[in-house]
């Protein structure tokens, strides 16, 4: 299988399957001389672990993260940092039934089609277990970002149709509520209608959006590697994640140029722009201003309904899958988003450093 490294010069490479005995991560091209212990990998973790609320899968895993390699002393060396997250979970024979059939919304049918094989137990590396590399990777980005002022904030902006205000936006609430909704009644709102799938044996969709601050302007390369593009390809590569938009999104369609254009001020000696329809990216590099995207993600496809599918054989059947499912994926994914915005922007950050002879003479210069 390829198709598990992401990056150019800060690489990650994610391995494992949900089932197997561990799910981890090797990150490569991280400079020397980064503070890191497995605390700061941790709390991000932490973020994303099953068991946290009602509304989360019930596997009740840890996720404890053990740094093998690229750490001496506390700070990062310049070599691959390794990192491992034993699975201690496992209840596998709930997954046994269907290696005979294909469960709808999931990866089975294609798994098959393409290797003419599959880890049938909880999705093998179609699972969103696979995240958790992505997730500690990513707080190895955002602690890289940090050392240069720039933050990567995301938060759920709805669930169903319940929207959050902003009027009532405190992030500090998103972190402590069971939707990750920075709205306290939102939040609530959404809690009853989670409730409500539940007992409908159903799940439910949302939004994520994600803000990237502090980002200088310059950041992205102009053709194949635009810093949206690059970001759709991270956000995409999520599972469960079927749209993803850059400020106004698909509204920019119905809008005028006129009322699309985000236009250029002098304040205080330097250019800004009076709105962000843009969402930061202008010809695919960043323009200063905050970097705001959005990631659409479907039901959760476990769902304990009779469905209709066909099994290996070529037959018509109905199923009522069994296992332990998160009714909603999004307040979990939160913390996915972000970590790949944060390896994205990183990575791209790195690649500038050499866009201008200027900048290598000054680098290079004693």
């Known amino acids: 299988m390829s198709g598990s490294t992401f990056g150019t010069i800060f690489k990650i490479t994610t391995w494992g399957e949900s089932h197997g005995a561990a799910i981890g991560v090797v990150v490569d091209g991280c400079p020397a001389g980064l503070a890191l212990c497995e605390a700061d990998i941790q709390k991000f973790l932490d973020r994303r672990k099953p068991g946290s609320s009602q509304f989360a899968t019930q596997r009740k895993e840890a996720d404890s993260v053990e740094l093998l390699s690229g750490i001496f ?37 294609t798994f098959d089609q393409k290797y003419g094989f599959r880890d049938y137990r909880g999705g093998g590396r179609s699972s969103g277990r696979e995240t958790i590399g ?71 969709g949302g939004v994520v959006v994600c803000r990237v601050q502090n980002l200088p302007a310059g950041i992205g390369e102009p053709v194949f590697d635009k810093l949206d593009a690059n970001l759709a390809k991270a956000i995409m590569s999520i599972g469960a994640v079927k749209a993803f938009a850059v400020g106004d999104g698909t509204n920019v369609s119905t809008a005028n140029g006129s009322t699309n254009n985000d236009c250029f001020r002098i304040n205080e000696g330097k250019i800004i722009k009076e709105t962000n329809h ?4 202008l010809g695919g590099i960043s323009d200063g201003s905050e970097v705001i995207l959005r990631a659409y993600f479907k039901p959760t496809p476990s769902i304990f309904q009779k469905q209709e599918t ?18 909603i994926i999004v307040p979990r994914a939160v913390v996915v988003v972000e970590a790949m915005t944060a390896l994205t922007v990183l990575d791209l950050l790195l690649q500038n450093m050499t866009s201008q002879v200027e900048k290598i003479k000054q680098f290079y210069t004693l």
Do not use: W
């Open 73 to 109: 002393e506390g700070t990062t060396t310049g070599t691959p940092i390794s990192m491992l997250i034993r699975n201690t979970s496992q209840r596998s024979a709930d997954y046994s039934e269907i290696a005979s059939y294909y469960r709808p919304g999931h990866a089975d049918y």
């Open 134 to 204: 992505r997730v500690a990777a990513g707080a190895i980005a955002a602690k890289l970002l940090s050392e240069l002022g720039i933050t990567v904030t995301a938060y759920t902006e709805s669930i169903g149709d319940i929207q959050i205000s902003m009027e009532h936006f405190d992030l500090e609430e998103a972190r402590r509520n069971q939707t990750g909704m920075p709205d306290h009644a939102a939040s609530e709102r959404a809690e009853v209608y989670l409730k409500e799938c539940m007992q409908k044996l159903d799940s439910a």
């Open 278 to 281: 843009a969402g930061g990216i």
């Open 310 to 327: 066909v099994n290996r054989s070529g037959e018509n059947i109905s199923i009522q899958i069994k296992g332990r499912h998160d009714p």
